[in-house]
């Protein structure tokens, strides 16, 4: 393996890193979207370092959702209804209680209906 490999697994490990990173915000924070973030922590992990896919594979939040979709490129539609109840709850918080700018409200809800279009079109299994 060459230097440039390895300056590459490096770099790839950092980002998934920080996309682990920013899937347990998306946990924790309704609205944020940890989905993709937990998708693009295995795509940088598979791509920098076995022990830390494995690790993702066998968590005990994420692994079942990576497996499920790795395999079948499926989410679980329990999983699809909590996200985008989670997105709604926190969009009508923000759009009550915090944000005042009519524009500013628009443009989360539009975004709000893209994201839900978008989760609600993955391919999903039973309840």
Do not use: C
């Not at 499920?68 to 209804?81: N, Y």
């Amino acid at each position: 393996m060459n230097e440039s490999s390895g300056f590459k697994r490096f770099v790839f490990f950092v980002f998934g890193s920080l996309s682990l990173v920013m899937s347990y915000v998306g946990v924790a924070l309704p609205g944020v979207p940890g989905i993709p973030f937990i998708l693009l922590t295995a795509y940088f992990y598979v791509r920098s370092s076995t022990k830390m896919y494995n690790w993702l594979l066998n968590h005990r939040l994420f692994g079942r959702l990576l497996s499920d979709f790795s395999k079948h490129k499926t989410v679980p539609l329990r999983f699809k209804i909590f996200v985008i109840s989670q997105l709604w709850v926190s969009i009508l918080v923000a759009s009550i209680w915090f944000i005042t700018s009519p524009y500013t409200q628009a443009i989360v809800i539009v975004a709000g209906l893209l994201s839900s279009f978008l989760v609600w079109k993955m391919k999903s299994t039973s309840i």
